[in-house]
DNA sequence: GAGTGTGAATCAATTCACAGCT
DNA sequence: AGCTGTGAATTGATTCACACTC
């Protein structure tokens, strides 16, 4: 249908918020920084140095240093950062100093989930409405969140100032879901739908594949045994390996 | 520190499927070719160009090919792909030449959803048992699956030979959960709690993380609100040579 | 002619290592 | 002394472009 194209993949465009082009990966990172801050401040913490905050963010303490250097970061030298104040920044820059209000269109059993995931509201997204393609759902509304016809997502979603859009339909309507999520000025589309959407440039997805990422797990299980059993499954093979080597896996810091 | 030569020189990088290390990014974007050549196969089509595949599947014609490289692919010049020939491969590469029993941990709104997620079945990933640390649950089955308690959770995975667990769980609880999964013998683990997971080496561990996915998006709004409003949200160095706003820089991808 | 397979070049991300503050 | 911030080096992934096959 939508001759749109797809999504550029990175596109990490300049003029950021620190001064510099922040990379795509670290945005990723920065929202599990804010997470591993502020658990260390419910304990208590009112510094952190980078050393203590990469190990409970789970990445290297250079990483997360270079990472934070994309904010203009605020550390002191020979001390570290303060958490509150190093919180606020990262908020900041995530956009969650202001209120964001989602809809979700789906109200399968994902796009129920979804609704009642705590995770979104503790972070100030909040679910303002629920779109499903099933009549009988229509007018009903599951945990105080009202389900609307899907043809009704274009007024609806103006009139509740909607800004970010979460596909949980299934694979074929998706497509016609995000057209009309855009359509209605949404510039953001979470997808649970396991194809990849087509968009205008400047609309940003992310793509949740809950089969893909069992199918990479599925894979490190099919080469490991490839390997325990000298490789049954294959053709070439020059070098039969030792297995012990572990080139995956985050692994902590070695000694 | 000083590993530099850490590395026993003997166990050369291991020998992958089609010979060489397959990239990990390569790895998840095979599973979309998969998805992409089954819906192409639906469609009626017996071959494809790496240039029809890499459109379905939202990736550059080049990447594709260098991709599927790694299996040592079977391409003919001049043609394309046998679609039938390269499902088999990407099924045989990814381990899903073999059915995987999953166990969800985390009986709430997330791990019913997860249970009742088609996209699973569909790539022969079914769901064996279901555990949760609230007693009302225990004896009870969520669409034909078991509730266990999360105290058994290392019988019943055996007995099941569970490969993969899922942990549904909230934070609290997740590197409990974690750490008895492994200690039960499954290797491979999805996280969907928001912390990160401490493993051993060796064990496979993919997050999604969907309050993040969320926060990448704000990002995203909140980078584009500032450029629009001339970026009023930072201070941070203000000696920003060129100019603000470069509408260059690799960005869109020209049609 | 059409389209794969792949070295070589480019681009992005990570890691190192150290200068510079407190 | 301790720890951040960051250029420089390295590693990894993507893109190019073309030899080669059908």
Redesign the pocket.
């Known amino acids: 249908m939508s001759p749109h194209r797809a999504s550029p993949?990175?596109a990490?465009v300049l003029g950021e918020p620190g001064g510099r082009p922040v990379?795509?990966?670290?945005i990723v990172?920065l929202a599990v920084y804010l997470r591993a801050l502020c658990s260390l401040a419910e304990g208590g913490a009112t510094v952190?140095?980078?050393?203590?905050?990469a190990t409970v963010a789970g990445?290297?303490?250079?990483?997360l240093?270079?990472?934070?250097?994309f904010l203009?970061?605020?550390?002191?030298?020979?001390?570290?950062?303060d958490v509150s104040r190093l919180v606020a920044r990262l908020e900041l820059t995530l956009g969650l100093d202001r209120a964001h209000v989602v809809a979700v269109v789906g109200a399968g059993n994902l796009g129920r989930a979804l609704v009642g995931y705590d995770g979104f509201a503790r972070r100030g997204f909040t679910v303002g409405a629920l779109f499903d393609a099933d009549p009988d759902t229509h007018g009903g509304s599951v945990l105080g969140v009202a389900v609307h016809p899907i043809g009704d997502l274009d007024p609806v979603c103006r009139h509740l100032g909607i800004t970010i859009g979460v596909v949980a339909v299934p694979a074929e309507g998706a497509q016609d879901v995000c057209d009309r999520l855009v359509a209605a000025g949404t510039t953001c589309v979470l997808n649970f739908a396991p194809v990849v959407l087509a968009t205008p440039p400047g609309i940003q997805v992310r793509q949740v594949d809950l089969a893909a990422e069992l199918q990479v797990l599925s894979f490190h299980l099919a080469r490991r045994a490839a390997e325990v059993l000298g490789d049954g499954s294959h053709e070439i093979d020059p070098a039969a390996g030792a297995g012990a080597r572990d080139p995956r896996t985050k692994t902590v810091v070695s000694p």
């Open positions: 993949p990175g990490a990379p795509e990966a670290t990172r952190v140095s980078s050393e203590e905050l990445v290297g303490s250079a990483k240093r270079k990472d934070l250097s203009g970061s605020h550390g002191t030298r020979g001390v570290g950062y």
